[in-house]
């Protein structure tokens, strides 16, 4: 598999699951565009990759800055083949509790501006006819979560759109897909205590979280000739936690 002169839009470039799909596509010969709100995390980054990365910082909070993107992207590259929609954020309350704008953060960011990013790049692969766009789900969209009400919501709407809009553009050899991580090794669940990491690996059968490895050679895959036939799916890579 090769990805020799594609290029690529990965936002949230600056977390683990990010970075890693960021390597993973470099290393396939793939020229990447990363984005993020931490710029000293995307110059590290950029500085482990070897095909003329680009960094282009932006906060998907803003509506504005959403929409340039992709046109920023797009210019410093010289065109877009894949789009990688990976930044999300969490506000997380117990439904009576949380405050509205807590909800409407979350669905802006991981839903809202997902949507806004895919809709901004279809018109140019429309025109050259390819395309791949992968959408970062989560296994809570599926299986829900206490407290999580507005991140499971913003994630399962994101599966339910990338299915419509897979629909709308397949005829033009563009695939849109969804990947569900489940807990994956990274800062955000290094910050879990020995407690909660062994409750919540109990009732993982492969016994351990995910690597961000692990989810970047499935974004491989799908940005790839080899997954020119899938599309409208969601990959569900948690380790046998939710069997769908």
């Not at 839009?9 to 600056?14: I, K, R």
């Not at 482990?48 to 504005?64: F, Q, R, S, V």
């Not at 930044?87 to 991981?110: H, P, S």
Request: net charge neutral; aromatic share 2%; with cysteine.
């Amino acid at each position: 598999m090769t990805l020799t002169n594609k290029k690529a839009l990965v936002t949230g470039a600056s977390g683990g699951i990010g970075g890693a799909i960021a390597k993973a596509l470099d290393a396939q010969g793939c020229r990447v565009a990363i984005s993020g709100t931490r710029r000293e995390m995307l110059e590290a980054l950029a500085a482990k990759l070897t095909h003329e990365p680009m960094i282009l910082t932006c906060n998907l909070g803003d509506g504005a800055a959403v929409d340039a993107l992709p046109k920023q992207a797009e210019e410093a590259l010289g065109g877009l083949d894949i789009l990688v929609c990976n930044a999300g954020v969490t506000k997380d309350n117990l439904a009576m509790r949380m405050k509205d704008d807590e909800w409407q953060q979350v669905i802006d960011i991981n839903l809202t501006a997902t949507f806004r990013l895919n809709r901004a790049v279809l018109r140019g692969m429309m025109k050259q006819r390819h395309g791949r766009i992968i959408n970062v789900a989560s296994v809570v969209a599926v299986m829900g979560n206490p407290g999580q009400a507005n991140y499971c919501a913003s994630k399962a709407g994101m599966i339910g759109m990338s299915k419509s809009l897979a629909m709308e553009v397949a005829s033009r050899g563009i695939t849109v897909n969804c990947i569900a991580p489940g807990f994956i090794k990274t800062p955000m669940t290094d910050a879990l205590s020995d407690d909660q990491t062994k409750r919540i690996t109990d009732n993982i059968p492969a016994g351990r979280f995910g690597l961000p490895e692990d989810i970047a050679g499935a974004a491989v895959f799908l940005a790839g000739d080899s997954a020119a036939y899938i599309t409208g799916q969601t990959i569900h890579i948690n380790g046998g936690l939710l069997m769908v």
